[in-house]
């Protein structure tokens, strides 16, 4: 295809600096992104055993709700019920509610022992996997604004410039798109082979990144978007409100669980019902948000969809299974909303997000990387100061970054052995690695901190397994071993994932002792002229 | 190809254009989102239920983006920015002057 050169000269522009100055941020973004695909899965492998209860009899909810209600009254306000093995029947925070992360949130766990009496604990909940769904909003970068964390929003403004990079990138490559589409030229230099890698993933996960861009920028926009929205609708209401229940409902007059789930079933026969959650139950506003599961359709929330019931009435104010009134657009909505998150497809739709999310990072990484190829000058050691300074912020930014993550992980059981606060450990120990790797980059240099915070990462990794091992060696340690499946399968991802990081770091070090010499990853012995003469000869 | 004359090349104009697909792009992406959640099906001059009305309002809230960021990502095609600002400031002004005889009549 042919396009003017003008033109395209513009948009090579356009791509290169929406490129460069949104790179590290979506890096961070899309790794941690991929990571909480897996989000119940790692917590499940984080959380010590003994911090949940065990499950009850279907029958026996009503009964554990209602003691619970009278010996924590504070529970009325919001209580969630939940039929999974291997989760507490019933959950409610002291303080604080589920949405956000904070620190020291206190999580009651409630079940019923075998005489019947209620049997409570509070324990702090483990926020791996929220520290990870922290990093993939806001990068990392702390502060609030609003009722959101900062970073949400510079990640917003980030995803403009992604998608602009995305249909810039698109158009200048398409005059040499049918010739080099396929074409992996490893050969040629490491500039080509990056530019290759670049140019696939790019086309081939093209639709994923423009849903991925839109979402973001609304997730991040949409107060600013409806106000907008608002002003065009004149006297017109955004949403329409069901007229207020004039009824005080009670607690006391709540009906049995069982009939609140054989309302949801009705609605939604094809879903599972996950949990139950009950709040504001002394109030003219009551409400049970069921949580339902389906591997067969396209779900709105990350994890699950919604249906929101008031539980005296078991009227249903909407919902995201498309068994109501919400017509076509509740439909597209829902469906935007999933592939975001990829709840769709089950264990398969996550894997191939998994995938599409490191892949994600790997476009970013190798944009950054070939700027810095395209601006090495090949004909004197001495680079420029902007090629310098990038590529120790790629370095210390997309090594930080994961150093922090891998390293949340390998201390996540071993910490449960002291009485730390272990969400406070996880905080400290990311931004402690992130800092010291984008120090280093700067003070050591790029090359060196490369070639070990990969081999740092590619330990820690290997951790993972090696501590279960240890666990099952040494059970007086009281360290818990993955026996679980997806505890197992995330310990085997690391494994891999360290291999990777590991020969990382051999082809790291193999371009910066025995590369080319003009080049800022080159740190080896500069060559005389002399001696490249007898080379050449 | 024949090799353009200088005038004839597409300039960059960075700022005229990236401001103009900024702020002309967003106005007229609302303007557009407007016109159809009142002329569209099911829409703000039509009796709906409670639930359809909230879908409906979120569905509009998320055609914004998508028409903004085309709007911006195209703008660079412009000759240049005087041409942007015609162009985009003329389709405004087209479509809010439909979008107020349209609240008008409702």
Redesign the interface.
Known sequence: MKIRADILRIYQSVHTWTGITTGLLLFIGFFAGAITMFASSIDKWATPPSHQLSQVETTQYDELLRRAFVQYPESQNGIRVSFEEGQSPITWYQQGNARGLSLDKQLWHGTLNESGELEAHTSYINELSSLVDYLHRSAGIAGEIGHDQAGVYVLGVAAILYFVALVSGVIFLLPTLVKSFFALRDKKGASRFWLDTHNLIGITSLPFHIIIAITVIVFAFHDFLYDGLGKLYGDKPLFGREAPSAVEFKVENLPSIEEIMEKARAYAPEHQIKEITLSRLNSKGPSASIQLVSDEHLMRGPKTDFLFMNPYTFEISTSSVMNGDQGIWGAVVTTLFGLHFGSYGGEFGRWAYFIMGILGAVLFYTGNLLWLEKRRKQKQPEQSKSSRVMGKLTIGVAMGSLLGVAAAFALTKWTALTTMNINVVYMWVYYLCFGFTLIAAFVIGMSKTAIWSQRAIAILCFSLPLTSVIAFAIPSLGIWPATAWSSIGLELTAMILGVIFWRMADKTKHRAYNGEANSIWFIGQHKTECELQTQSV | ?SR?SQAE??Q?DWLGKTLAGIILGLALS??L??LF?WLGS?G?TQT???????????????M???IW??I???V??FKNYKQAVLWLGGANIVVYVL?YFV?GMA
């Open positions: 190809m353009l090349k597409v960059p609302f303007g989102v407007g959640a099911d703000l709906i239920s409670v639930e359809k009305h909230s879908w409906r309002t979120q569905f509009n809230m998320w914004v983006s998508p960021l085309l911006l990502s195209f660079f095609m979008l609240r």
